[in-house]
């Protein structure tokens, strides 16, 4: 049997932007190559599709074709089997009706995929396309060269007027600009011209280099080097020692930010005049790039030095007016608006002096010079500059944080004042935009109000603040934030979706009590007795919504239980009950879980739909008692048990 052929196809393109090359690298792997294996990989300047095995030629099919029914006559299938080419004598009965079976020969795979490919490559999905030349072809970036062989043969095809062939091209300075290639020596050749095309060996060697220089691990700045690079190369440079009187955080957002490159510790915590920053290129033997890297980021920390000393001109406190002129949202107004509808807010969670304070300038370096430069620094410049103008530590700590978390990585802000602040902001900017219909729909949202959501869940968990949800918010919003409040429970905290369901369905309350119910419910669920009493709370369910019980119309009468069972099971209720209270959620589970047996053996023995009016009324009433008891910490009957689909 044939080992198939190799398969290669490079997609040669301007510089594709760093952050979007991932994303069409998981594209590319689901690239149909007829039960080939692929190996997909990417640099900045190429897209890659490696595969061997592929087969020469799709296998015959047999079609079986059903023709007209018998009853039509030979004439009727005379004609049937003139369309499809074949004669009479070829159709045969089945049934009641004529059949073909027709043979469809395979096709080259080759001939396949010259129609298959250019339509595969223009329908990958990015953030946004560009066109370049009159076809009107759209692509991330112009494409420049293809590479297209199966075995040793061209698979003919063209894009945007560029045909296919065998030929690459090298690193864009160190390379050649045509490189005849095979699918046995096209890495190898590549290599020859500078271009390590796996993304994990560049990964590597940055992370290697870099850490051999000093570099500070910094696992995002390491992978945008990886795809914005096709042979990096780690230098270590210096700056004057003078600048380290500036704040860390703004050295490091120009370093990082700006030029990319990585900062140095002398000790943890404690910046070094040093940078590692990674060429695109085999190397500085003459310290040429060195110096220019050290030249740039010299005149980007000036300018920021600069920033800070004028803004230091004039204080927060007096730039809170200016936020009347810096618009939050054309429909919502200014950040001054914004930022007294905040202060508000925060009298609301009763927030103290501090976190008010914070909140009155925790918007009022926007106008400043250093955000102006460096956006990615706002709260924190805030922070830095209170600091600097002798605001209290509450203070100044509130603002700095007040923007976090700014991912479900990220942590919370670190004081109680800082969490209030940003809470109050984030539910602002949730109340506000909905409140014009603002809302995300599907995979859009330009306004970050999923993160925004998002950030407050965690903070009211993590934080374990008394907020209940309730009082926050309402409507559309409350059911948008139950929506992350089950992602977060579920996706960040690894909890089962329907253990998070059963405990919001008792009730919601403080998320800080909701984590603690379901780390219970988890804890004690996979114990002897509590599946079995959760399918017997969907019973109790079912049983009183069939039989429309309203617990107004009947109040249990102790009298009436029958002894046995039923009076067993009372009294199992009263003793677990009182166990329960006052008790660890997990203690008051084990306790409800613990009347098991006894629910078993009444509806073994007792017949709840009783032909006495009132005992049958009385026994609903039980159940309705037992069923809302117990219903407190989680909604049992969301629970999904053994041989139930849900």
């Not at 063209?158 to 300075?173: D, F, L, N, P, Q």
């Not at 040429?288 to 204080?315: C, I, T, Y």
Request: with cysteine; charged share 25%; aromatic share 8%.
């Amino acid at each position: 049997m044939s080992a198939g052929l190799d398969f290669l196809l490079e997609i040669g393109t301007e510089e594709i932007p760093d952050w979007m090359i991932p994303s069409a690298v998981a594209q590319l792997q689901k690239l149909e190559l007829f039960g080939a294996v692929s190996q997909v990989d990417a640099t900045p300047r190429r897209l890659v599709v490696q595969a061997s095995g592929v087969i020469e030629r799709t296998p015959d099919q047999t079609q079986i074709v059903k023709g007209p029914p018998l009853t039509a006559g030979e004439k009727a299938a005379a004609g049937f089997a003139r369309k499809q080419g074949v004669e009479l004598s070829a159709m045969t009965k089945a049934g009641d009706y004529w059949e073909l079976t027709k043979v469809v020969p395979g096709r080259s795979v080759r001939e396949l995929l010259a129609e298959s490919l250019p339509a595969a490559v223009l329908g990958l999905q990015w953030p946004k396309t560009m066109y370049w030349e009159l076809t009107g072809a759209r692509f991330i970036r112009p494409i420049r060269w293809i590479v297209a062989l199966l075995g040793n043969e061209v698979i003919p095809f063209e894009i945007a007027g560029v045909r296919s062939g065998s030929t690459t091209r090298g690193h864009r300075k160190l390379g050649s600009s045509f490189i005849p290639v095979t699918t046995a020596n096209y890495e190898s050749e590549l290599r020859r011209n500078f271009v390590i095309l796996s993304s994990e060996e560049r990964r590597k060697k940055i992370e290697k280099e870099t850490a051999a220089l000093g570099a500070k691990p910094d696992a995002g700045l390491l992978e945008t080097l990886t795809f914005i690079t096709e042979y990096p190369t780690a230098i270590r440079g210096d700056f004057d020692p003078a600048y380290l009187e500036l704040p860390a955080e703004v050295l490091t957002t120009v370093m990082r930010h700006h030029q990319k490159y990585f900062s140095v510790e002398s000790a943890p915590g404690k910046l070094a005049p040093h940078f590692v920053a990674v060429m695109n290129t085999s190397g500085d033997p003459d310290g040429l790039v060195k110096k220019g890297n050290e030249r740039v980021l010299k005149a980007r920390f000036n300018d920021a030095r600069f920033f800070w000393n004028v803004d230091q001109h004039k204080k927060l406190a007096d730039r809170v007016e200016d936020l009347s002129h810096v618009t939050f949202h054309a429909k919502l107004g200014s950040y001054l608006e914004k930022t007294k509808r905040v202060v508000e807010l925060v009298k609301k969670l009763k927030g103290d002096e501090n976190a008010q304070r914070a909140a009155l300038l925790s918007k009022a370096d926007l106008p400043t010079e250093m955000v102006k430069e460096f956006t990615d620094l706002q709260g924190i410049v805030g922070g830095l500059y209170a600091q600097a103008q002798g605001e209290t530590e509450a203070v100044w700590r509130a603002i700095y944080d007040h923007y976090k978390p700014l991912s479900m990585e990220d942590s919370i802000p670190a004081t109680l004042d800082g969490q209030i602040v940003a809470l109050a902001d984030k539910l602002d900017t949730l109340q506000q935009c909905f409140r014009i219909g603002l809302v995300p729909t599907g995979s859009k949202d330009p306004f970050a109000l999923r993160r925004a959501a998002q950030g407050v869940v965690k903070i009211l968990v993590e934080g374990k603040l008394y907020y209940e949800l309730d009082d926050l918010v309402e409507g559309d919003l409350r059911a948008f934030l139950i929506e992350r409040v089950q992602h977060y429970f579920r996706e960040v905290r690894g909890f089962k979706y329907d253990e998070v369901n059963a405990v919001l369905a008792s009730r919601t309350g403080t998320l800080a009590d909701v984590e603690d119910r379901v780390t219970a419910l988890a804890a004690v669920r996979p114990t002897e007795n509590f599946e079995p009493l959760a399918a017997s709370f969907k019973r109790i369910r079912n049983i009183l919504k069939q039989a429309a019980f309203d617990p107004e119309s009947w109040l249990l009468d102790v009298q009436l239980l029958e002894a046995g069972p039923e009076r067993n099971l009372y009294d199992d209720f009263i003793r677990a009950k009182s166990e329960a209270s006052g008790r660890t959620y997990v203690q008051a589970l084990e306790a409800i879980a613990s009347i098991r047996p006894n629910v078993d053996t009444f509806f073994d023995k007792v017949l709840v739909n009783a032909k006495d009016e009132n005992v049958r009324s009385n026994r609903l009433a039980f159940l309705h008692a037992i069923l809302t008891e117990f219903s407190t910490i989680a909604d049992f009957s969301e629970l999904v048990t053994a041989g139930e689909n849900k």
